[in-house]
């Protein structure tokens, strides 16, 4: 069964750090791209991070320098590593990936930044 489960979503202080995780069936290494995207009320879901089956990297403008997405090959998950939060990166953050032709989404996890 293909899956994407996220986790690792709260409330922060602005200044502070977030680790997101992705948990990835059947496997992270099954899809040819995961990444992680995020929306907040009444704007449309945008691009944080991306990697590639070959471990090819991009960043949504907004997050760059502030965001670091990796796999974690143990724990079978591509995580998130969000620091210097700002009170404009809350919202649902969503991990998609691409297998097999379409695409498949999480049901998202709720990151709040506190001024």
């Known amino acids: 069964q293909v899956r994407l489960v996220e986790s690792g979503g709260g409330l922060v202080q602005a200044g502070g750090s977030l680790r997101l995780s992705c948990a990835a069936s059947?496997?992270?290494?099954?899809?040819?791209?995961i990444g992680w995207y995020r929306q907040a009320p009444g704007n449309e879901r945008e691009l944080v991070g991306r990697?590639?089956?070959?471990?090819?990297?991009n960043y949504g403008d907004s997050v760059k320098g502030r965001a670091t997405i990796s796999k974690n090959r143990a724990r079978n998950t591509v995580d998130l590593q969000m620091n210097s939060l700002k009170p404009d990166d809350t919202g649902i953050y969503y991990c998609g990936g691409a297998i097999g032709g379409y695409s498949t989404w999480g049901q998202g996890t709720q990151v709040t930044v506190s001024s």
């Open positions: 059947p496997s992270i290494f099954s899809f040819k791209a």
């Open positions: 990697i590639t089956a070959g471990g090819e990297t």
